[in-house]
């Protein structure tokens, strides 16, 4: 039934505009926890040593066929992908910039404390703990409505424009930006490709959990 969800639900914590300078606390509150929980997945999935994310793939991908670093490159994708946002009038807020600063403390956090299994099979469950662990975040502070990073919020303008269920829109863009990067050069394991069909799903299971929970 979450497979099919076609829209990011509304509860009483949400905010009514995404650009929204003073927001209330709630909002704000599980705003940070989405986006805490969407680090530590991003965290896990680099410590899990099963692959990079599609994003990244893509971003390596660019930086072997240019001068560029990967930082640079992943860099100018946001950058590429926030341009996209404008014929689909998606709106920033709060959350785009908090997105950027919180996801990044949490992944430093991951790599530092989280030890990478040494059996692959554990590797292998990490990855997949990783991909829900984002799905669930990313639900949470997509609630709060307070302005999605760029990836999400590409999702979501695209979701409006095709009518298309989330899970759908998120498995298309995932699986684009690693076929790209894949083509290439970049590098792919079986955590990249568990992120690349699984993000999707989780990310609609997340809203639609937070959806029920809160409504």
Do not use: H
Not at 46 to 65: D, T
Not at 125 to 136: D, N, S
Not at 157 to 181: C, D, M, W, Y
């Amino acid at each position: 039934m979450f497979l099919s969800i076609k829209n990011v639900p509304k509860v009483y914590w949400s905010s009514k505009e995404p650009l929204n300078l003073k927001p209330n606390l709630s909002s704000l509150f599980f705003l940070i926890l989405g986006l805490i929980l969407f680090g530590l997945g991003e965290g896990l999935l680099i410590v899990s040593n099963s692959g990079a994310s599609p994003w990244s793939v893509l971003a390596q991908g660019i930086s072997l066929n240019t001068n560029l670093s990967i930082g640079t490159t992943t860099f100018l994708v946001s950058i590429f992908v926030l341009i996209l946002w404008i014929p689909l009038k998606q709106k920033p807020g709060i959350g785009t910039i908090l997105n950027a600063i919180i996801i990044s403390i949490m992944i430093d956090v991951c790599i530092k404390f989280v030890p990478t299994p040494e059996n692959y099979l554990y590797q292998i469950i990490l990855g997949v703990l990783a991909v829900l662990t984002v799905g669930l975040g990313g639900g949470i502070y997509l609630v709060a409505n307070l302005g999605p990073g760029p990836r999400d919020g590409l999702m979501v303008g695209l979701q409006k424009k095709t009518n298309l269920p989330i899970a759908a829109v998120r498995a298309l863009l995932e699986i684009s930006a690693v076929s790209i990067g894949w083509f290439l050069g970049g590098t792919v394991g079986i955590g990249t490709l568990l992120f690349a069909f699984g993000i999707g799903p989780a990310v609609a299971l997340g809203l639609f959990l937070t959806g029920k929970i809160f409504k």
